[in-house]
């Protein structure tokens, strides 16, 4: 039977489970500004290129609800070292892919690997800690969730800055290496782990209606906009799979005796309405990650380093106060109140967000990113703690493997609506300001005089060339601003899902929540 470790040993487990789990995390927005760089590497468009963020995120969320199944019948630390070791292969063969077929393939072997990373991390991480220290252990791991992605867009403009694309790979590879070693050494077995195996049965119909149906549903969000909705033939075809999948996956997991994914605890009102918030959530979260460097590196002029620099120190200042609420949810304080506080907090980011314009510079960013982060902050770990809230310790695996999950679907989702949202919000503003660009127009007029006068001056070309190009101008700064209108449009629409989840928050039950021990094992079970 394995002890709480002390002193050292205890160190390295916290270093080693935090840095797996921001490893993973990072890896889902790095590659997001190396797009066009790997685009032009491999020969194709960025739109093909694509495929390497879908198919990572496809093997994120087939796998997350089915961590806990797995680590129960491998054993969890087998399973976790297993996957760690996938990962980090993983990382080098997608560095070293030569073409765009080879770079998904290995991609989306990585995510089937991380996915395992984030969620056994947290449950070896709670168990190196005694219950009544538990819950600031659950502040400590909260503070990697949100750095994860962060870092990502900051440490990959720095590698494109410096170095070429597979780096954005090869990077894991030592941590990768070192963690495996670290882990193999330091993380003790549970008693009886991986032994159970005779008396499990393994829900094979569950576990393929889940891959295929959350599979299509996530092609479908993610590639949705790419491929023109529903006058594309594969979207329509895998929006009808991942309807039959998903709901077949829930009547088996409903019937059958040993599910793979328990679905029945969201009989609970309380699971019901936190996975609600929990894909609000997931929304905010992801969305506002996605939208923001799209944001200011394509109005404001941001670099990619500058747009990582720009999220990195606003979420550096906000995490350090989830030691203090993990600390608060120990000594058995009700959720409830922190997340009001965030909700109100996130809307007011989006809200405020939705107001900048395009000559903002960081500073004036950096108070609306602290404003997102405590939000973030004050929601995301009392949501570990309440998605437990009222079950038995036998079910604390499904119940945050299943929150995981709703979560990251909360992402594709928000990140799919945000793109066609943006896209029709450009044409309705491109519509309404075009009007203004005719001659009739005195200042309209007078702004393409100056223009054309001085291409005049500075290029000596004729009147008629340089009124084509003052007109070439005049669009690109009309598209320009239309796209601008729409981001922050897309802001405030961020904060409209936070207003809707406001009112949820008063039919969770109020009174204080599982105590310091059961709040811990939450999270240590739950992944």
């Known amino acids: 039977m394995s002890t709480t470790p002390k002193g050292f040993a205890r160190a390295i487990i916290v270093l080693t489970t935090i840095t797996a789990a921001i490893m993973e995390l990072l890896d889902t ?49 087998n399973y976790y070292i297993i996957s760690m ?52 252990a659950g502040g400590l791991f909260g503070m990697g969730i949100v750095l994860g992605p962060t870092l990502g867009p900051t440490l990959g403009g720095y590698i494109m800055d410096s170095m070429s694309w597979p780096w954005i790979f090869y990077i894991n590879l030592p941590i990768g290496l070192l963690a495996t070693v670290l882990s193999y050494n330091f993380i003790d077995k549970k008693e ?32 949705g906009e790419s491929e023109g ?60 990650v996605y939208v923001f460097p799209v944001l200011v590196q394509r109005i404001n002029g941001f670099t990619p380093l500058e747009t990582g620099l720009s999220i990195l120190f606003p979420t550096l200042v906000g995490v350090f106060i989830f030691p203090f609420i993990g600390k608060a949810m120990g000594s058995g304080a009700s959720p409830v109140p922190f997340m009001l506080v965030g909700c109100v907090l996130f809307f007011t980011f989006g809200w405020y967000g939705g107001s900048m314009n395009g000559f903002a510079n960081r500073a004036d960013f950096f108070y609306v990113l602290v404003l997102r982060t405590f939000g973030i902050a004050l929601m995301q770990l009392p949501l570990i703690t309440q998605s437990i809230a009222g079950l038995s310790p036998k079910d604390y695996p499904s119940a945050i493997a299943i929150s995981n999950m709703v979560r990251q679907l909360g992402g594709a989702f928000g990140i799919a609506m945000a793109n066609n949202y943006v896209a029709n919000q450009f044409a309705q503003h491109r519509a309404d300001l075009v009007v203004n660009m005719n001659v009739t127009n005195p ?12 291409i005049i001056a500075k290029t000596g070309a004729s ?32 904060s409209v899902f936070f207003v809707i989840c406001f009112p949820l928050m008063f039919f969770i039950p109020r009174k204080k929540t599982v105590d310091g021990d059961a709040a811990s094992k939450a999270a240590a079970e739950a992944h």
């Open 29 to 77: 927005s790095i590659v997001n500004v190396a797009l066009f760089n790997m685009a032009g590497s491999l020969g194709v468009n960025v739109e093909d290129v694509a495929w390497v963020i879908t198919s990572y995120a496809i093997a994120n969320v087939i796998i997350i609800p089915l961590t806990g199944f797995l680590g129960e019948y491998f054993g969890r630390k």
């Open 463 to 494: 009147l008629e060339t340089a009124t084509q190009q003052a007109y070439g101008i005049l669009e690109m700064t009309l598209n320009k601003q239309a796209y601008l209108l729409s981001y922050l449009d897309t802001f405030r629409l961020i």
């Open 192 to 223: 009886g782990e991986g032994q159970n195996k005779a008396n499990i049965r393994i829900d094979y119909l569950g576990i393929a209606t889940l891959a295929i149906g959350v599979a299509s549903l996530q092609y479908v969000l993610e590639r």
């Open 443 to 454: 200042a309209f007029t007078e702004r393409l005089n100056a223009i054309t006068q001085n």
């Open 85 to 136: 070791i996938i990962f980090t292969v993983a990382s080098y063969m997608c560095g070293a892919s030569s073409n765009l077929p080879m770079l998904v393939f290995w991609r989306f072997i990585q995510g089937i690997g991380g996915g395992a990373l984030l969620s056994t991390s947290q449950a070896i991480l709670f168990d190196a800690f005694e219950p009544k220290d538990r819950a600031i």
């Open 229 to 288: 909705w529903y006058d594309s033939r594969n979207i329509q075809v895998l929006t009808i799979t991942a309807l039959v999948g998903v709901f077949w996956f829930i009547y088996q997991e409903l019937t059958t005796a040993q599910p793979a994914v328990n679905l029945k605890i969201l009989g609970n009102r309380t699971q019901a309405i936190t996975n609600i918030v929990a894909f609000i959530v997931g929304i905010g979260l992801f969305t506002s």
